[in-house]
C-alpha cells in the first residue's frame, strides 16, 4: 500500500517554527515577467501592459531569448504627457484598444496590465476593463490586473492574473477538479494522465488555454494549487464556493506522491489503484532524483526570497537530495498553501519571510552555503564572491513539477555545484 511520505520523526515538522520577518531594501523582478509564460498558456489572450518604456524594455529582453511565437503581448506606452496629468490617458487608451482589437480578431481576451507607472499616477485600470468589457462583448473578455514591481515579486504577477480571472467564471455545480496553475503543456498533460488513470474527472484547468472551454466553478469545485505562489487566486476561488484541497507541491518523487495522494483521497481512490497508477513512475523519479542528486548529499544551501518557490524546493533539497538548508527566504509564507510542505521538512533552518537584503546578505556570507539560490541581480556578485549560485526565475521557466521532470529539478542543482568544483579543480592545476 502507498504510504505518505514519512514525516521527520521528533522534530515535528517546522509549520510552527518562528519566522523571521524583515523589512528593507529588497531584490526581485516586477510581475510583469509572468507575462512571458501566460501568454503562451492562453491562446487567445493578449496581454496590454500600460507603462513606460522601461517596462516595454524589460518584456521585450525576457521575452527576446525565451520565446519564438508571435507576440500576444505589448506596451501601451504612457508619456510624459500622461505622467505629468496633462492627457487624458483613458482617451489614450481606449485608441489603443481600439486598434489592436480591429487588427487582432483572434483576441479574445484582453489583460490590461497595470505597472508602476500606471499605478503611480492612479489610473483607474479597472474603470477602463469595465468600459471596454461592455463596448466589446460578447466577443472580447477585458480584465485587468497589476504587474507593478512597487509591491510585487515576480511570480505575483501569475497570481494576480489567474484571481483576476475568477470573478467571471461561470457557476457550476458539478464536483469537479481544477487544478490551478500555468504549467508547461507537457508538464500539463501527465498530471491530467495520472489522475484520468485513477478514474479522477472531470479535471479542469485554470488558466484554460481558450476563454471557450468548459471551466466553471461553484461550490461542489474542489481545487488543487501546483504553484505555491497563487495565495490571491486560491483565496478568489474560496470565494466562489470553491474547496482546496490542501497538499505538498509536486516537487521530486515524495511531493509528486503526497499531492496526487491528497486528491486520491478527496476523490475516494483505492490504494490498489493509486499503487498501480503511479509505481513505475514513482520508481523512475526516484532512479533519476538519487543519479542528479550525488553531488548535492551533505551539500548546504541558502534560499534568498523571490520566485516563492523556497519552501517547497528546500523540502525537495532537505528530504530527497540530501542536503541541508541553512535559510529558507521566501517574500510570503501562507501556512495554508506551504503548510504540508512545512510539516515535512526537519528543524534547523532558519526561515525568513520578506526581506533586508543587506542584512541577509551578512547572513549569507557568514554561511558560506554550497549554494545560494537567488535572484539575477544578487548571483552575479555572489559568484564574483566564491559562491555558487542558482537563479530562481529559471526555476519557473524551467518544466520542474510531477515524476518526469524530478530528475531534472534535482539536476539543475547540482550542475552549479559541479561547475564550481570543476573551475576550482582548474585553479588548482
Ligand atoms: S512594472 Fe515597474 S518594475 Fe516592472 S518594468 Fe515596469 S517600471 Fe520596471
Given at each position: 500500500?502507498?504510504?505518505?511520505?514519512?514525516?521527520p520523526?521528533?522534530?515535528?515538522?517546522?509549520?510552527?517554527?518562528?519566522?523571521?520577518?524583515?523589512?528593507?531594501?529588497?531584490?526581485?523582478?516586477?510581475?510583469?515577467?509572468?507575462?512571458?509564460?501566460?501568454?503562451?498558456?492562453?491562446?487567445?489572450?493578449?496581454?496590454?501592459?500600460?507603462?513606460?518604456?522601461?517596462?516595454?524594455?524589460?518584456?521585450?529582453?525576457?521575452?527576446?531569448?525565451?520565446?519564438?511565437?508571435?507576440?500576444?503581448?505589448?506596451?501601451?506606452?504612457?508619456?510624459?504627457?500622461?505622467?505629468?496629468?496633462?492627457?487624458?490617458?483613458?482617451?489614450?487608451?481606449?485608441?489603443?484598444?481600439?486598434?489592436?482589437?480591429?487588427?487582432?480578431?483572434?483576441?479574445?481576451?484582453?489583460?490590461?496590465?497595470?505597472?508602476?507607472?500606471?499605478?503611480?499616477?492612479?489610473?483607474?485600470?479597472?474603470?477602463?476593463?469595465?468600459?471596454?468589457?461592455?463596448?466589446?462583448?460578447?466577443?472580447?473578455?477585458?480584465?485587468?490586473?497589476?504587474?507593478?514591481?512597487?509591491?510585487?515579486?515576480?511570480?505575483?504577477?501569475?497570481?494576480?492574473?489567474?484571481?483576476?480571472?475568477?470573478?467571471?467564471?461561470?457557476?457550476t455545480?458539478?464536483?469537479?477538479?481544477?487544478?490551478?496553475?500555468?504549467?508547461?503543456?507537457?508538464?500539463?498533460?501527465?498530471?491530467?494522465?495520472l489522475?484520468?488513470?485513477?478514474?479522477?474527472?472531470?479535471?479542469?484547468?485554470?488558466?484554460?488555454?481558450?476563454?471557450?472551454?468548459?471551466?466553471?466553478?461553484?461550490?461542489?469545485?474542489?481545487?488543487?494549487?501546483?504553484?505555491?505562489?497563487?495565495?490571491?487566486?486560491?483565496?478568489?476561488?474560496?470565494?466562489?464556493?470553491?474547496?482546496?484541497?490542501?497538499?505538498?507541491?509536486?516537487f521530486?518523487?515524495?511531493?509528486?506522491?503526497?499531492?496526487?495522494?491528497?486528491?486520491?483521497?478527496?476523490?475516494?481512490?483505492?490504494?490498489?489503484?493509486?499503487?498501480?497508477?503511479?509505481?513505475?513512475?514513482?520508481?523512475?523519479?526516484?532512479?533519476?532524483?538519487?543519479?542528479?542528486?550525488?553531488?548535492?548529499?551533505?551539500?548546504?544551501?541558502?534560499?534568498?526570497?523571490?520566485?516563492?518557490?523556497?519552501?517547497?524546493?528546500?523540502?525537495f533539497?532537505?528530504?530527497?537530495?540530501?542536503?541541508?538548508?541553512i535559510?529558507?527566504?521566501?517574500?510570503?509564507?501562507?501556512?495554508?498553501?506551504?503548510?504540508?510542505?512545512?510539516?515535512?521538512?526537519?528543524?534547523?533552518?532558519?526561515?525568513?519571510?520578506?526581506?533586508?537584503?543587506?542584512?541577509?546578505?551578512?547572513?549569507?556570507?557568514?554561511?558560506?552555503?554550497?549554494?545560494?539560490?537567488?535572484?539575477?541581480?544578487?548571483?552575479?556578485?555572489?559568484?564574483?564572491?566564491g559562491?555558487?549560485?542558482?537563479?530562481?526565475?529559471?526555476?519557473?521557466?524551467?518544466?520542474?513539477h510531477?515524476?518526469e521532470?524530478?530528475?531534472?529539478?534535482?539536476?539543475?542543482?547540482s550542475?552549479?555545484?559541479?561547475?564550481?568544483?570543476?573551475?576550482?579543480?582548474?585553479?588548482?592545476?
Amino acid at each position: 500500500m502507498t504510504q505518505l511520505p514519512r514525516l521527520p520523526g521528533d522534530s515535528g515538522g517546522c509549520r510552527d517554527t518562528p519566522i523571521l520577518k524583515q523589512r528593507g531594501q529588497r531584490e526581485v523582478f516586477c510581475g510583469l515577467t509572468g507575462i512571458i509564460w501566460l501568454h503562451r498558456k492562453m491562446q487567445d489572450a493578449f496581454f496590454l501592459v500600460v507603462g513606460s518604456r522601461t517596462c516595454a524594455h524589460l518584456l521585450q529582453s525576457a521575452a527576446g531569448v525565451m520565446i519564438f511565437a508571435e507576440p500576444r503581448f505589448g506596451t501601451a506606452i504612457l508619456e510624459e504627457t500622461d505622467l505629468a496629468g496633462l492627457a487624458d490617458a483613458q482617451d489614450e487608451l481606449d485608441r489603443e484598444v481600439d486598434r489592436l482589437l480591429a487588427r487582432r480578431t483572434d483576441i479574445k481576451q484582453l489583460f490590461l496590465v497595470g505597472s508602476c507607472p500606471s499605478e503611480v499616477i492612479k489610473l483607474d485600470l479597472q474603470r477602463a476593463a469595465e468600459r471596454l468589457t461592455e463596448r466589446y462583448a460578447p466577443s472580447v473578455r477585458v480584465l485587468n490586473y497589476s504587474g507593478s514591481g512597487i509591491e510585487t515579486t515576480f511570480t505575483q504577477g501569475e497570481d494576480a492574473c489567474l484571481a483576476s480571472m475568477v470573478p467571471v467564471l461561470p457557476a457550476t455545480e458539478a464536483r469537479e477538479l481544477m487544478l490551478v496553475g500555468a504549467l508547461p503543456d507537457v508538464v500539463e498533460e501527465q498530471a491530467v494522465s495520472l489522475l484520468v488513470q485513477m478514474g479522477i474527472g472531470p479535471v479542469r484547468v485554470l488558466p484554460a488555454p481558450r476563454r471557450d472551454t468548459e471551466l466553471a466553478v461553484g461550490q461542489n469545485t474542489v481545487f488543487a494549487l501546483t504553484q505555491p505562489f497563487l495565495g490571491d487566486t486560491h483565496a478568489a476561488l474560496e470565494r466562489r464556493g470553491a474547496r482546496h484541497i490542501p497538499a505538498p507541491f509536486p516537487f521530486g518523487e515524495e511531493g509528486t506522491t503526497a499531492w496526487l495522494r491528497a486528491i486520491a483521497d478527496e476523490f475516494g481512490v483505492p490504494d490498489a489503484v493509486f499503487e498501480s497508477v503511479t509505481a513505475a513512475p514513482r520508481a523512475r523519479a526516484r532512479r533519476a532524483v538519487a543519479q542528479a542528486a550525488e553531488a548535492l548529499r551533505g551539500k548546504s544551501v541558502f534560499f534568498f526570497p523571490d520566485s516563492q518557490l523556497e519552501i517547497p524546493l528546500a523540502r525537495f533539497l532537505t528530504r530527497e537530495c540530501g542536503m541541508d538548508a541553512i535559510e529558507v527566504g521566501a517574500p510570503f509564507i501562507h501556512k495554508g498553501i506551504v503548510g504540508p510542505d512545512l510539516d515535512m521538512m526537519s528543524r534547523g533552518p532558519v526561515f525568513s519571510e520578506g526581506q533586508d537584503v543587506d542584512l541577509q546578505l551578512d547572513r549569507c556570507r557568514a554561511a558560506r552555503p554550497d549554494l545560494t539560490v537567488c535572484g539575477l541581480g544578487l548571483a552575479n556578485p555572489l559568484e564574483a564572491e566564491g559562491l555558487a549560485t542558482k537563479w530562481a526565475i529559471e526555476l519557473v521557466f524551467t518544466p520542474v513539477h510531477f515524476y518526469e521532470q524530478a530528475g531534472d529539478l534535482a539536476g539543475l542543482f547540482s550542475r552549479p555545484i559541479r561547475r564550481r568544483d570543476a573551475l576550482r579543480l582548474e585553479a588548482a592545476e
